[in-house]
């Protein structure tokens, strides 16, 4: 069985011949085959392609010893490109695209020995916070099948909650790694911004987007980052920062590290259990030794007008590509250029996706650049000035995830403004280009999973990683399984 | 702040290349309304000489030689294209000028 393990495990295990490639391939497909119909997680399944690599490991005894990756199962969020295999971003725009090129980040993650079983649900072009807006229909929480399972990279987060690969690979835009992690009571990392190449990933808001691990436990989180991260020539935006084994930093120790937290930010419109959830949390981090801080992020309560302002404005340009002319869907009958553009993107978009790039083509039209992007742009330096004086105090900052645990599907789906509100404590790691972690810290009475978000300084991720491991030593939640019945 | 007109929506439908049937313009027209009304509150926060935010900083050097380099071979890429002729190379268009 593949529930339950986690990559450290099981890279044990491969590396020493206790367990095969191949065995772990096909337990991870028997379980997927028997269960995903209920959850939807996956798009995708590449079984035989998986099969032959895993095979290909076990009879390398080089690879299957030394690869940090060698034989882990690993799904894919559908938005990042995988050469000859599917990649649809869950939109009808792209149904039926096969990208030529593999992203970066697959490249290395499968240089790493990891093998990919398939392609997750998302949102829609990852614009979304419930994957409610997937073109093929919502992905389920493994806790609870009636709830979204968080967005975008839900498809990714239930797909490592409901044991069918100990790792997935999310992107997180404005929350869309951290929230779904939470959500579905798994770790989920978004590196600092430069960290990990977007060479592959389908733009959705190019000064946002970030590609980074869903796993069972923050050292799961610090092997795949190590495989993914570093320059790439491919995308300009990558540092050349010094790539650490984050795996290092993992000695169990918090002694020292001082926690930053926002009390006013987070004193506001939270659920009831998540503020419970969030103190225990505290004390326990406290316990271990970190000292806690409040701090103040005074323009952090804009950061969601300021998010759907740029990120939109970035989409709308970003998917201007989406024209019927190179790749992808072409709608019917058009007689003349423009209408063909015209008709392809009102076939092939879905609604969010059409309200963003309205909003944001209105934001960046002449007579209101002004008012909206630039101005949001400057509230935007303001948010990360805030960040930066708080690092001054403190080595992480640290709040809820999400304000409430997964709502009900269908729940918000009709009101885009109460939809956007979830993403409140997300967002500004973004905005700002800061790693941040979330780490599962409980439960509600009705047995929904609860996240803790440790936000770091720019390319430290060690110091989030070593906190969010200290604390999971401290505490079971990462061991919790949803209890999921198949027809095996 | 004034509340969109459909005449706003379609307006910017057109900007945005959207073909946009009559009940998504009255609905867009109600919701991108809210959420502006929702936004317009980084009107009130205070930007006097703050510059805005073009890029977040990452340390990056983008200069790179200038040597050739192996890019997509052209068949694979005219065939994902919904209409191609490969044999010549081009991806092909409705009729540009009516």
Avoid at chain 1, 252 to 274: H, Q, S, T
């Amino acid at each position: 069985m593949i529930d339950g393990t986690t990559i450290r495990s099981l890279r044990d295990d491969i590396a020493s011949g206790k367990r095969r490639a191949a065995d772990v391939c096909r337990d991870a497909l028997t379980r997927i085959a028997s269960l995903d119909p209920k959850l939807h997680a996956f798009n995708t399944v590449v079984g035989e392609r998986a099969l032959e690599r895993a095979h290909a490991i076990d009879r390398d005894p080089d690879k299957r010893r030394h690869a940090p990756l060698a034989g882990v199962p690993i799904a894919i969020k559908d938005n990042i490109c995988t050469a000859g295999v599917l990649t649809t971003a869950s939109s009808r725009m792209l149904e039926h695209y096969v990208p030529p090129y593999d992203a970066t980040a697959v490249s290395r993650i499968e240089a790493a020995g990891a093998i990919v079983i398939g392609k997750t649900n998302c949102d829609e072009f990852a614009m979304g916070s419930s994957n409610e807006t997937s073109a093929f229909g919502p992905v389920r929480n493994p806790w609870a099948l009636d709830r979204i399972p968080g967005g975008t990279s839900g498809g990714s987060a239930a797909a490592v909650a409901a044991g069918f690969a100990p790792a997935a690979l999310g992107s997180d835009t404005g929350g869309s790694i951290r929230q779904p992690a939470a959500m579905c009571g798994v770790v989920g990392l978004k590196p600092t911004y430069g960290r990990v190449s977007r060479y592959g990933l389908i733009a959705h808001a190019s000064s946002l987007d970030q590609i980074g691990p869903i796993t069972r436990t923050a050292y799961d989180a610090a092997l795949v980052l190590n495989a993914l991260s570093g320059f790439d020539a491919a995308d300009a935006t990558t540092s050349r920062e010094t790539v650490p084994d984050f795996t290092a930093a993992l000695d169990g120790a918090a002694r020292g590290l001082r926690v930053g937290v926002p009390r006013e930010l987070v004193a506001d419109g939270i659920d009831d259990e998540v503020a419970a959830a969030f103190g225990t949390a505290l004390d326990a981090l406290a316990a271990r030794g970190a000292t806690l801080v409040d701090i103040a992020l005074p323009h952090a309560k804009h950061a969601i007008p300021v998010y759907y302002l740029v990120a939109t404005a970035e989409a709308s340009s970003n998917l201007a590509r989406y024209d019927g002319v190179r790749y992808g869907f072409r709608g019917a009958d058009a007689k003349e250029l423009r209408s063909m553009y015209a008709h392809t993107r009102a076939q092939g978009f879905g609604p969010e996706v059409k309200r963003r790039i309205m909003l944001g083509t209105y934001v960046l039209s002449a007579g209101y650049y002004d008012a909206y992007y630039v101005k949001a742009q400057q509230v935007r330096t303001l948010i990360r000035r805030d960040y930066d004086a708080a690092f001054e105090l403190v080595d992480a900052v640290a709040m809820p995830t999400s304000p409430t645990a997964a709502f009900r599907i269908g729940e918000r789906a009709v009101e885009p403004l109460q939809m956007y509100l979830a993403d409140v404590f997300t967002v500004s790691a973004n905005l700002a280009g800061l790693p941040a972690v979330s780490v599962p810290c409980g439960f509600t009475r009705g047995r929904l999973p609860i996240g803790l978000q440790l936000t770091g300084r720019h390319f430290d991720e060690g110091t989030i990683l070593r906190l969010a491991d200290a604390y999971e030593r401290d505490t079971n939640w990462w061991r919790e399984e949803p209890a999921l019945q198949g027809h095996d | 702040m004034a509340p969109f007109t459909r005449d706003d929506v379609a307006a910017i439908a057109a900007l945005a290349h959207l073909a946009l049937d009559d009940a998504e313009i009255d609905l867009f027209a109600r919701q991108l309304g809210e959420i502006l009304s929702y936004a317009n509150q980084v009107q009130q926060v205070d930007t006097t000489g703050v510059p805005p935010t073009e890029r977040v900083p990452t340390d990056h050097v983008t200069d790179r030689d200038d040597r050739l380099q192996p890019s997509l071979d052209r068949d694979t890429v005219l065939a994902a294209a919904p209409d191609a002729n490969v044999d010549r190379g081009f991806f092909r268009v409705p009729r540009v000028i009516g």
